[in-house]
């Protein structure tokens, strides 16, 4: 059976593109949070199908929600990272990224005790135009990065990168996997089916059978993501413009519908786990999941027991 890789962007709806253009980063930063209750569903609804994913969590939310994460964590899913502050990569430059880096994995790992080995540029901001990046992951001790969407898109993408895992930097024996974003190929076009507000505008049939597709014929995992948010359909409208209100709200009261029928048709783990059988990286029990105690900072969170133990 082909296993897909099932991956959940825990950030807040209003760290969407659209609010920050309505409201500027700060305004955006005043809204109340909501990503409790939607996580909360998120989780039922993982449970029930009985699917680990993994959490790519940004780091200011987890310094709110401390007790979230670490149910997270404890209910067996990875967690791994989305940036500290949710700002673009290619807005902050090689120093400000590592900070960011460093930041916002201290604060995941200090949560839970585990090493954070993923990590996912908020809104797919890296791209050819930011190849110290990989560099800069590799550095900070990631395993893996989730960045690359290979399709046209007026904010990211870039159609002709790889559609499947691949190494994206490699020093000094240590290499930094890349794993894109699922894409089906149709007419000679990357067909996007890895979910996110796509999966929301276009019929359910459609993302079904590109998966099905790339897991029968290509023989290959496809990455899939959602927001917790995309399962609240009751958070704050903000004033912006139609455009913007189209594409952060179109279709978010049938959402959970059309992830419940995904869910119940494919074969889903964390990243790590379908990472493991490409060959490209080891196996999730041969890499660190505990934190040595020689490691851990001043007032470091009682470690969970590491996956599987």
């Known amino acids: 059976m082909t296993l897909n890789a099932l991956t959940v962007d825990l950030e807040e709806y209003y760290h969407g593109a659209e609010f920050e253009a309505a409201l500027g980063f700060g305004g955006r930063e005043r809204l109340p949070s909501r990503a409790e209750t939607s996580t909360r569903r998120v989780l039922e609804l993982l449970g029930r199908h009985g699917v680990r994913a993994t959490f790519f969590v940004v780091g200011t939310l987890a310094e709110r929600h401390p007790r979230l994460l670490r149910r997270i964590a404890a209910e067996g899913h990875e967690i791994a990272c989305h ?6 990569v290619s807005r902050l430059g090689p120093a400000q990224f590592r900070a960011d880096l460093r930041r916002a994995k201290r604060v995941l790992e200090d949560l839970t ?7 996912r540029a908020p809104n797919y901001s890296i791209g050819s ?4 990046a990989y560099e800069a992951l590799l550095d900070e001790g990631f395993a893996y990065d989730s960045s690359s969407y290979p399709i046209h898109h007026d904010r990211y993408g870039e159609p002709d990168a790889p559609r ?20 089906a190929r149709l007419f000679g076009l990357n067909v996007p089916i890895g979910g ?6 276009l019929p359910v049939a459609l993302t079904r059978r590109g998966i099905r597709h790339v897991n029968a014929v290509e023989r290959r995992g496809v990455m899939f993501y959602f927001h917790p948010w ?7 409208r903000a004033h912006m413009p139609l455009h913007h209100r189209f594409r952060h709200y179109v279709n978010l009261e049938r959402f959970a519908g059309k992830l419940d029928a995904v869910l119940a048709s494919f074969a889903f783990a964390p990243a790590l786990d379908v990472l493991a059988r490409t060959g490209l990286l080891a196996a999730p029990h041969a890499l660190p999941a505990a934190l040595p105690p ?14 599987g133990a």
Do not use: M, N
């Open 230 to 236: 995309e399962l609240d359909a009751g958070q704050p």
């Open 113 to 119: 005790g585990r090493v954070v080995l993923g990590y």
């Open 164 to 183: 499947f895992p691949y190494v994206a930097c490699q020093k000094g024996g240590r290499r930094l996997i890349e794993f894109p974003i699922g894409t």
């Open 83 to 88: 940036s500290y502050a949710h700002q673009l």
């Open 196 to 201: 996110g507000g796509y999966f929301r505008l």
């Open 294 to 307: 020689a490691v851990r900072w001043p007032g470091r969170a009682a470690a969970l027991p590491a996956a």
């Open 129 to 132: 135009g930011q190849p110290w």
